[in-house]
């Protein structure tokens, strides 16, 4: 009998996918000009060319065996080393290798982390607009999502709301910042009012409330925004990062989970990822992998397309009267629709145009839409008038 | 609140690992030549040149934005093609691309294919002697693991003990041939009885038991030995490979799964995969893996050394007085204890002498230990001397 659960669930595709299979239908069929793809949040600029050269030099001079051989399940001693002292370097904390547990990219990091803080029946709160892979990273493990709407205005958190959805359920806090597919980076500010009310909240329920924090955009921020290390303001936390988009390289799968030094049990965490690997058929990363990132941990792709792409397109759009939140950095941003129904000003009017771009419904934040600007600058350019035309269609 | 089931397990240490610290404690007291370490399953023998030469070209001659970039989550297309085309031109099957999701190896594959072919409560099958972690793979899903007691004269199906094993609630079957630790492979007796009693049962319950093949050892099958394509023989069957062991990629992570082309609902396995991949955070394999082996499904290592080793090996423990049954494939044999307590031999015992053999407790298979023998040949004739003395300050 094959599990009805997962069986049920490959019917639905999800929307962004439904975009993405229209697109390329619609470019076969009229041309690639005829269709500007807004919608995939896939890096477009290449590998930095030293990761392809550490590729290169470790399997002409590394002994077979050993470079693919197992690592270790707690991942490659000298691999976690260099993790951590690149994160002791940059932003001025205390990690040791023992607390640092390499990982399939985010999403493995991510099902880790949020396995080792909660029991199934616990509450995981998080902030719209949200991933929306979210929603089985958290059930998988049993415990529930739930969402605190939006602030449109700025995009940080809705403390008012927060509040309101606290409760001794809550384990963990899940946050995205820099924020797909908001663009926005939390503040200091920010991150310490939230620090603060979960220090509170640990006192009241008599229980650590973990927060965990997904960063794979972390190296995407625009000159001038105000970027915190989170979990230098925050104890009880765990980052989450992945390589994927600083080092263009999301097929690889190559990311990890940092366990703050200062969590409680901290030197428990890692162990017990090993554990829950176990049981979810997750492996360590690619041991190549593993040893190609460690000498590219200060390097990146050459990011600078996005903040060109960010400027182009913000100036151009508010200069035609679109209201957006200015990103802060990664390669989205997240204009409110100029309609109520942004899945008609998507679906119907911008599909017209050849234009792809994301209903704000997917991320449970209506009434906006996501624009992923990881395309060739020439992509903006020609697709600047279309979004001229296709706001006055819904305006004038 | 950190997860007290993942928290308390993370105290045990399985024996295997206890025995390769001790070894590696030994080697750093007495030198390397004063320890047998006969307790690892790792391929002792480089990947093969075409290996290498495949990476090499694909880093020099790929765009890296799209060589390094994410794969479907089914898959690559033109890896699942392949897999598929290798596998119909090996064993005469029909495989289509649907039917193959490419997995972080092994563990992934098992995974998977538990996941999509039981509901949590489901009673699952399997066979001592047996691979230790099964039991996490089959309990993390929900289900339960029940386990046949072995046939030690031959370490094929007990099939009397598995009659009185079967209820309602099994879904599946997981089997492991060649196998870890035997040594052994089923013969088509075996699997076709197999067959035969599965298709009895499910006319007797009303639904499908699947059967889950993990053949991670399919291509180290030695001379003369009968070693059918499981999948042939039994249509509700999923097989689950890796190339660890056979391309000696151990670290590299990348199998699949591979869904028998006449299972029941057998086009809606490798979406449910998908599925399912997003719930436990498990990722397709890396991009650049799966591009690899596109080109090497009918390479192979060089694995002539662990036939030689096994002859050598099982010549000399039988001559000495040793009972083994032979192996078929594999780099594993699994003698009899020549003590009913196989813990007391292998720890007290062989460690004193410095050979590393561990206890078949650990297989659920008491009374016998297991050999791995994927290590240079050298070390076998050494350790033959000592094998002896182990066995005559037992018997003598």
């Known amino acids: 009998m094959i599990n009805a659960f997962y069986r049920e669930m490959t019917g639905k595709e999800s929307v962004i996918r439904q975009f993405f299979d229209f697109s390329r239908k619609r470019a076969a069929e009229l041309g690639p000009d005829s269709v500007f793809n807004f919608s995939i949040?896939?890096?477009?600029?290449?590998?930095?060319?030293?990761?392809?050269?550490?590729?290169?030099?470790?399997?002409?001079?590394?002994?077979?065996?050993?470079?693919?051989?197992?690592?270790?399940?707690?991942?490659?001693?000298?691999?976690?080393?260099?993790?951590?002292?690149?994160?002791?370097?940059?932003?001025?904390?205390?990690?040791?290798?023992?607390?640092?547990?390499?990982?399939?990219?985010?999403?493995?990091?991510?099902?880790?982390?949020?396995?080792?803080?909660?029991?199934?029946?616990?509450?995981?709160?998080?902030?719209?607009?949200?991933?929306?892979?979210?929603?089985?990273?958290?059930?998988?493990?049993?415990?529930?999502?739930?969402?605190?709407?939006?602030?449109?205005?700025?995009?940080?958190?809705?403390?008012?709301?927060?509040?309101?959805?606290?409760?001794?359920?809550?384990?963990?806090?899940?946050?995205?910042?820099?924020?797909?597919p908001s663009g926005i980076v939390y503040t200091t500010e920010t991150i310490d009012r939230l620090a603060k009310l979960l220090t509170e909240k640990e006192k009241e329920y008599g229980h650590?409330?973990?927060?965990?924090?997904?960063?794979?955009?972390?190296?995407?921020?625009?000159?001038?925004?105000?970027?915190?290390?989170?979990?230098?303001?925050?104890?009880?936390?765990?980052?989450?990062?992945?390589?994927?988009?600083?080092?263009?390289?999301?097929?690889?799968?190559?990311?990890?989970?940092?366990?703050?030094?200062?969590?409680?049990?901290?030197?428990?965490?890692?162990?017990?990822?090993?554990?829950?690997?176990?049981?979810?058929?997750?492996?360590?990363?690619?041991?190549?992998?593993?040893?190609?990132i460690e000498t590219e941990l200060y390097n990146t792709s050459d990011l600078s397309i996005y903040e060109k792409n960010a400027n182009l397109l913000y100036d151009a759009l508010t200069d035609i009267g679109y209201s957006i939140v200015r990103p802060g950095g990664t390669f989205y941003m997240f204009p409110r629709s100029p309609i109520a129904d942004a899945n008609e000003f998507c679906w119907t009017g911008a599909r017209e145009l050849g234009l792809i771009i994301v209903p704000g419904d997917s991320f449970e934040c209506p009434g906006h839409f996501r624009i992923s600007y990881c395309v060739p600058t020439e992509q903006i350019e020609k697709a600047i008038p279309l979004f001229e035309t296709l706001y006055r269609r819904f305006t004038e």
């Open 41 to 180: 949040g896939n890096p477009s600029v290449p590998a930095p060319d030293s990761v392809t050269k550490r590729f290169e030099e470790l399997l002409r001079t590394e002994d077979p065996v050993s470079l693919h051989g197992y690592s270790p399940t707690l991942g490659l001693p000298s691999t976690k080393a260099a993790i951590a002292e690149s994160l002791n370097r940059r932003f001025g904390m205390n990690y040791t290798p023992e607390l640092i547990f390499p990982t399939s990219g985010a999403a493995g990091a991510l099902s880790h982390a949020l396995r080792a803080v909660t029991k199934p029946g616990d509450v995981v709160i998080t902030f719209a607009p949200y991933f929306p892979e979210y929603i089985p990273y958290v059930t998988g493990t049993g415990a529930e999502l739930k969402v605190v709407p939006a602030d449109p205005s700025t995009f940080q958190i809705n403390f008012e709301k927060l509040m309101e959805m606290f409760s001794p359920e809550v384990s963990a806090v899940l946050i995205n910042s820099p924020n797909n």
């Open 208 to 292: 650590e409330i973990f927060l965990i924090t997904d960063e794979p955009y972390r190296e995407i921020v625009f000159e001038g925004t105000d970027s915190p290390f989170i979990s230098a303001h925050y104890d009880n936390s765990i980052c989450c990062y992945s390589f994927s988009k600083s080092l263009s390289l999301p097929g690889e799968r190559i990311g990890y989970v940092a366990v703050n030094p200062k969590a409680h049990d901290a030197e428990k965490l890692v162990p017990m990822c090993g554990q829950i690997s176990r049981f979810t058929g997750h492996n360590c990363p690619s041991s190549l992998m593993q040893r190609v």
